[in-house]
């Protein structure tokens, strides 16, 4: 359909960036960014004849449309142009062009190929900057000396496709990259795009390699984010990703319980702060700053709990994020948290409110004090009836 409409608008139109990166590797990826020689506002629209699409959201001053199509998946397409930075990390302005210019723009060689897709020569590869020989050599490289200057994110952005792909880092690369973060760039990333980066880090199947990397270059020095990458760093990411299945099923984000790995030795008021920066959400901040402080001592207290309900009472107002990670920090602990996960945080307690009224109580503090001490009763021995429970705290 694009040859199509690319021959009645007589517009050229190439696939770019990560999806022909991971094409050529063979790996599934549904980015679909296009770029037209020409309107790819006016493209986009006449595409809307032939295809099943939802809806179309198109952005005048860059000249950039997205499609929605009915099966879920969207269009990226983007007017060829040339980006003239003002100053590192500004907005650029933007002006027509073709798509050599385009692809010269962008990171990295693995990341600057097209792949034609119109009228003119579908299928053919267009590789000004051989980013075919840097995939096959497992290079990452960036295309001219003042990429990091431009934009510092890219500094970010070798260390997450080094480490997604097991790549190295080409020397001449790695030698601006070391002098840019020497020359303090990382500052100028804002914290909202180095949030992007460092979640794409964490979601991806092994970032081992990138907190390496991030250790090589002192990264998080420069940024006086006060995170230090130890060996039990690596241990805890490992059990993370060992354990992905499990912990998803009980609803929580491997990711993110990577992420608390990383600023677990902050204060929670610091961590705070941070995560405000970062633009994460308030429920989520207020959620994990919970008990980030206290794990040492809930830690002690778990090595002495002997009772279920002792395990219970420490963990059941922790995040799970937390949990998980005080279970892959400390695995003389690690029983007791996984009876607590697999068993005792499912238990529904058999003496609720009602039940309570219904049998007289009426006191809320004492209905509350009896709700806790009936669970109590019911975590430590399983056979508890309402009746002897009630027969109990009668007694
Ligand atoms: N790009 C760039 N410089 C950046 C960000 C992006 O040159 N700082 C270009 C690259 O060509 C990249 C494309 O824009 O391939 C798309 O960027 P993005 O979606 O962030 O990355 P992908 O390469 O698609 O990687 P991912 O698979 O992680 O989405």
Request: no cysteine; hydrophobic share 40%.
């Amino acid at each position: 359909i694009i040859e199509k409409v690319s021959k009645h608008r007589n517009e050229k139109a190439y696939l770019v960036g990560g999806i022909v990166r991971d094409l050529i590797l063979n790996i599934k990826n549904l980015d679909i960014d296009i770029v037209i020689e020409g309107d790819a506002i006016a493209f986009a629209k006449e595409l809307n004849v032939f295809l099943n699409i939802k809806k179309i959201i198109t952005h005048e001053k860059f000249k950039t449309a997205i499609i929605f199509l009915e099966t879920g998946l969207n269009i990226d397409l983007a007017s060829s142009r040339l980006e003239y930075y003002e100053y590192p990390t500004s907005l650029p302005t933007v002006s027509y062009s073709s798509i050599d210019k385009d692809l010269y723009r962008r990171d990295f060689t693995i990341n600057a190929m097209a792949l034609e897709i119109d009228y003119n020569n579908f299928g053919k590869l267009i590789d000004y900057y051989n980013g075919y020989y840097d995939l096959i050599n497992k290079k990452i490289k960036i295309l001219h000396n003042l990429s990091f200057i431009e934009d510092p994110t890219r500094i970010i952005r070798a260390i997450r496709f080094a480490s997604r792909y097991n790549f190295d880092i080409e020397s001449d690369t790695e030698k601006f990259l070391i002098q840019a973060v020497n020359d303090g760039f990382l500052n100028k990333i804002s914290f909202d795009r180095l949030k992007n980066e460092i979640i794409k880090i964490l979601k991806d199947k092994n970032p081992h390699k990138a907190l390496n990397l991030f250790e090589k270059f002192n990264i998080f020095e420069k940024f006086n984010l006060n995170i230090i990458i130890t060996p039990s760093t690596y241990n805890i990411f490992k059990k993370v990703l060992e354990n992905k299945d499990e912990i998803i099923k009980n609803n929580v984000k491997p990711w993110q319980i990577l992420l608390i790995t990383l600023f677990r030795r902050l204060n929670s008021e610091d961590l705070k702060t941070i995560f405000h920066r970062f633009g994460f959400k308030n429920k989520f901040i207020r959620k994990i700053s919970i008990g980030i402080n206290e794990r040492k001592i809930i830690v002690e207290k778990l090595k002495t709990a002997n009772k279920n309900s002792k395990i219970y009472f420490l963990l059941n107002n922790i995040p799970l994020e937390i949990i998980y990670l005080i279970k892959y920090s400390y695995p003389e602990i690690e029983n007791k948290i996984n009876l607590y996960l697999n068993q005792l945080q499912n238990i529904v307690p058999i003496i609720n409110g009602k039940i309570l009224l219904k049998n007289g109580y009426t006191e809320s503090k004492k209905i509350k004090n009896i709700i806790k001490h009936a669970l109590e009763l019911q975590l430590d021995n399983e056979n508890y009836t309402i009746k002897e429970i009630l027969k109990e705290l009668h007694e």
